[in-house]
């Protein structure tokens, strides 16, 4: 009976031990990657360009596409996602880039918040 004890004790040591092995690896490659944000103006259409490179010691697999919200005057006009192909494998220094285009904004003050795998990018910008 006292071997069978130990046993299980041991098998339960073990189980717990390698389920919280992975953890920490999942907020490593969270916080890997660094966003960009870039505003072109071309005619009536603003195009934002956004970058997001993988800046850890590994690679990265990202699952689902960007989100985005877009403010005027510091107040939210328009929330949505850019959708991608199931998973982004980033190797380590690769970028993953795309785009969203918006027609016909109004003139005023913008500001656009990109989000990636918990990762933000931000910029602001005026249309005349």
């Known amino acids: 009976m006292k071997v069978v004890y130990t046993f299980l004790m041991i098998i339960i040591i073990v189980g717990c031990t390698h389920s919280n092995s992975k953890a920490p690896d999942d907020t490593i490659a969270a916080a890997g990657l660094k966003g960009s944000v870039r505003i072109d103006n071309i005619g009536s259409d603003t195009i934002v360009n956004y970058s997001f490179t993988n800046q850890s010691e590994k690679k990265i697999t990202v699952i689902g596409g960007a989100k985005y919200i877009l403010l005027k005057d510091n107040k939210v ?46 910029a602001e910008f005026t249309v005349n």
Do not use: C, H, R
């Open 77 to 122: 006009v328009e929330e949505g996602s850019v959708p991608i192909k199931d998973y982004i494998d980033l190797e380590v220094g690769e970028d993953y880039k795309d785009k969203k285009i918006f027609m016909n904004l109004q003139p005023g003050s913008y500001g656009i918040q990109v989000n990636w795998n918990k990762t933000t990018a931000f």
